[in-house]
């Protein structure tokens, strides 16, 4: 199977404290992988390390046959990977489709053409809009970003990574902080998004129904080591991992 990422050995310490240890970690080319594991496991300091965060103490992260251990964060962005925060992050005093609008603009490579045709212009309107659909926001377009509720600005933010046309989304916990009543509209544009077979789909998620539902392969990191990997059923079943999380988690309610 052929892999768009892979770490080797990737390692990552603060002093004393090792978060990331020796993990080797592989992503299948159009497949969906969940990262779960206990708090503090280490989820969010991988997804620094593989977007360009933070440099890693030790090992190597290879993206589509490229070394890019040592590559910035917008040169990741370049070659394909796309990642989302906990946090949001638009520019709240402009509208939905001009925060959309901005995302596709900043990857045209022809920004700063002399010729800027209003051809090319409403393309890329175009294009903003359809991202706006894909993200099911096309209704708010008009809004002012700053009067979205949380989880709309969440689905925003989608739409403005996928305007840069990753290859590998890597979204770390997109349901953080929204309400309940919001988490539902979050796992249809993400379904919508693994719907393209395109995509390939790194998710950090806490919500196990969602995690269960969307992904095909499961990575359980526990204290900065990776436990087990394998599809969601072998991975529910397995006894390490429910003694990582100390009973509660894998409870039948909450498959
Ligand atoms: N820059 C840093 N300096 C020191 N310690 C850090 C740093 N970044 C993360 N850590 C520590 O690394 C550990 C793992 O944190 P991380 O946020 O990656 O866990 P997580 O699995 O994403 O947790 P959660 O599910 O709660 O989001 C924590 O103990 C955290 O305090």
Request: aromatic share 6%.
């Amino acid at each position: 199977m052929e892999h768009i990422l892979e770490t080797k050995q990737l390692s990552v310490s603060f002093g004393e404290h090792h978060v990331i240890q020796k993990v080797n970690f592989n992503v299948p080319k159009g497949k969906f992988i969940s990262i779960i594991g206990p708090n503090g496991a280490g989820k969010t300091t991988l997804f620094n390390l593989l977007s360009g965060q933070i440099p890693p103490t030790e090992g190597e992260i290879h993206f589509k046959n490229n070394n890019i251990t040592k590559l910035s964060i917008a040169e990741r962005t370049r070659l394909g990977m796309g990642r989302s925060f906990q946090q949001t992050n638009i520019f709240p005093e402009l509208t939905v489709l001009e925060n959309v609008r901005m995302a596709v603009q900043s990857t045209a490579k022809d920004l700063y053409s002399l010729f800027p045709m209003p051809a090319k212009l409403r393309a890329q309107q175009e294009e903003a809009k359809k991202l706006l659909e894909t993200v099911f926001l096309q209704d708010k377009s008009e809004f002012l970003a700053a009067n979205l509720a949380h989880g709309e600005k969440r689905k925003l933010e989608i739409a403005m990574l996928l305007a840069l046309k990753p290859e590998l989304l890597l979204l770390d916990e997109p349901t953080a902080g929204i309400s309940v009543e919001e988490v539902p509209a979050i796992l249809k544009v993400i379904e919508n998004i693994k719907s393209d077979d395109k995509n390939t789909i790194v998710l950090i998620e806490h919500k196990m129904e969602m995690v269960l539902h969307l992904s095909d392969y499961l990575v359980v990191l526990f204290n900065g080591e990776l436990l087990a990997e394998g599809e969601p059923e072998k991975i529910m079943d397995d006894e390490r991992v429910q003694s990582a999380y100390l009973g509660g988690f894998f409870h039948a309610d909450s498959k």
